[in-house]
């Protein structure tokens, strides 16, 4: 059985953030989301795989890195969703909280990043070598965390679609520049999104397999 309730709020110097657990009675593991450009904790395809993680056995933590406000698409707003230091910044912090939280301090941490929140995801895994343990990238941006990927300890999964060239050839790059274990997996008709029938189930498939191993 997965209980899913409001964790808390985590006030930083510059936002309040809100997340939404999903928990099972007896977690493995937590695994944090970190969203892209755009996105939030109410993403479908991310609450889809943060539903088949719980399934599996671990936590799942969907998380908004930019505040309502912030996460507003206008002129004023467009730059927060490409600033990779913010969103790195404001998820270091939320992997602290985890650690330190009564609910979740007991558990190992992986990361789940997503377009622009795979960059702050692997430059949150430099940060926190002893508390990051996994990191999983669906379509990410691998290539924006720059040279914090020379730091990359964690274990960390690659998933990219087949269709996706561009993503593909920055992801091949960022590969070869980190030095932990580092797994690139091409998901076969596949785009950008992940929205082709089975492709999303692919994508949970292989992060449950990768974060079930290392947390």
Known sequence: MVVAHHLFELALDDATLEGDLLMPEQPMGIVVFAHGSGSSRF??????????????????????????????????????????????????????????????????????????????????????????RAVVSRGGRADLAGDHLGSVQA?????????????????????????????????????HLFEEPGTLEAVQEHAARWLLRYL
């Open 43 to 132: 993403s479908p395809r991310n609450q889809q795989v943060a539903r088949f993680l719980a399934d599996q056995g671990l936590a799942a933590l969907l998380f908004d890195l930019l505040t309502p406000d912030e996460n507003v698409i206008d002129e004023r707003t467009r730059a927060l969703r490409f600033d990779i230091d913010l969103i790195s910044r404001r998820l270091i912090g939320v992997v602290d909280r985890v650690s330190q939280a009564s609910e979740t301090r007991h558990l190992g941490i992986g990361l789940f990043g997503a377009s622009t929140g795979a960059a702050a995801a692997l430059i949150a895994a430099a940060a926190r070598p002893e508390r990051v």
């Open 155 to 191: 274990p960390t999964l690659l998933l990219v679609g087949e269709n996706d060239p561009t993503v593909l050839r920055l992801n091949e790059l960022a590969r070869q520049r980190i030095p932990g274990r580092c797994e690139l997996v091409v998901v076969p008709g596949a785009t």
